[in-house]
């Protein structure tokens, strides 16, 4: 079992940066990738972000390409979200997840999820 627990969401103006982290509880967090998402008002939730438990493969949505950066520290079990040059489009709550299966950005491959954090971008 796997609890996540984000932070660092908040209110910041357009093109300021934010940093999410994701802290997971258990001890087999490194074995596990994982991802980000968000979920805006009224939309489906979207993939942000994924790395492999060994750092060695990342993805990132078309949207926040070149703007975010996942990153992960397994000796803390916690992954970060960088995210920088922030658009008003970037509000949603952002969820982390955990995939104990695979390397997958899809949604529903994930087995454990985060309550997100909120993020707002002002125009």
């Known amino acids: 079992q796997v609890q996540l627990v984000e932070s660092g969401g908040g209110l910041v103006q357009a093109g300021g940066s934010l940093r999410l982290s994701c802290a997971a509880s258990?001890?087999?967090?490194?074995?596990?990738?994982m991802g980000w998402f968000r979920q805006a008002p009224g939309k489906e939730r979207e993939f942000v972000a994924a790395?492999?438990?060994?750092?060695?493969?990342?993805s990132y949505g078309d949207s926040v390409k070149g703007r975010f950066t996942i990153s992960r520290d397994n000796a803390k079990n916690t992954v970060y979200l960088q995210m920088n040059s922030l658009k008003p489009e970037d509000t949603a709550v952002y969820y982390c997840?955990?995939?104990?299966?695979?390397?997958?950005?899809?949604?529903?491959?994930?087995?454990?999820w985060g309550k997100g954090t909120l993020v707002t971008v002002s125009s």
């Open positions: 258990g001890r087999t967090f490194s074995t596990y990738s």
């Open positions: 997840a955990a995939d104990p299966r695979g390397y997958s950005s899809n949604p529903q491959f994930m087995g454990y």
């Open positions: 790395v492999m438990w060994s750092g060695d493969r990342i």
